[in-house]
T-cell receptor, first 112, second 113 residues
Framework: ETGVTQTPRHLVMGMTNKKSLKCEQH?????MYWYKQSAKKPLELMFV???????ENNSVPSRFSPECPNSSHLFLHLHTLQPEDSALYLC???????????FGPGTRLTVT | GENVEQHPSTLSVQEGDSAVIKCTYS??????FPWYKQELGKGPQLIID?????GEKKDQRIAVTLNKTAKHFSLHITETQPEDSAVYFC????????????FGAGTTVTVRA
């Protein structure tokens, strides 16, 4: 248990659906992240929030919409996804320094 | 941006032997290099990290070395055990920003009993 929880753990959705992924951290960290993990590829940083402010949007398509209502919670809203968006979506948190990121277990997303 | 290359992509070792994974990075301003272990069905877990002001760090059976001049760093696991079987990822900070990491593609390590 890393102190970062994600729900749901598995999600199957059609291309016309709207769904949301949730992340919660219990570590008192100030920064939260969304990553995409596809098979045999490096983790791709999607979004970074620092003190609830978005500080990074790594050229992510607008069909992914993040929300950070407070420093403990992070959401990823999904709409009109494509099959190639199927992947493991990981949430992480850290302090600004020393930079150790703690990951949640991920949400396995399948777009049909 | 930072580009991290990781080799090998798969590694099979006999229990008790050592395992070595190597990574190279491109941004000379990078100053933080963590290693993560990911087991099946779980998120990556930090196992060891090193900063640019040291050349080597050790924690029990695992050690990391850093060569800033050559821009490469390595993970060494000694006396491997079956529970060391997992996917290992190296990462490097994007420039001097600790909190933004660029990851390698991962190494699948299998320890044969």
């Amino acid at each position: 248990e890393t102190g970062v929880t994600q729900t749901p753990r598995h999600l199957v959705m059609g291309m016309t659906n709207k769904k949301s992924l949730k992340c919660e951290q219990h570590l008192g960290h100030n920064a939260m992240y969304w990553y995409k993990q596809s098979a045999k590829k490096p983790l791709e940083l999607m979004f970074v929030y620092n003190f609830k402010e978005q500080t990074e949007n790594n050229s992510v398509p607008s069909r992914f919409s993040p929300e950070c209502p407070n420093s403990s919670h992070l959401f990823l809203h999904l709409h009109t996804l494509q099959p190639e968006d199927s992947a493991l979506y990981l949430c992480a948190s850290s302090q600004m320094a020393p930079g150790e990121q703690y990951f949640g277990p991920g949400t396995r997303l399948t777009v049909t | 941006g930072e580009n991290v290359e990781q080799h090998p992509s798969t590694l099979s070792v006999q229990e008790g032997d050592s395992a070595v994974i190597k990574c190279t990075y491109s941004d000379s301003a990078s100053n933080y290099f963590p290693w993560y272990k990911q087991e099946l069905g779980k998120g990556p877990q930090l196992i060891i990290d090193i900063r640019s002001n040291v050349g080597e760090k050790k924690d029990q059976r695992i050690a990391v070395t850093l060569n800033k001049t050559a821009k490469h760093f390595s993970l060494h696991i000694t006396e491997t055990q079956p529970e060391d079987s997992a996917v290992y990822f190296c990462a490097a900070s994007m420039g001097s920003n600790d909190y933004k990491l660029s990851f390698g593609a991962g190494t699948t390590v299998t320890v044969r009993a």
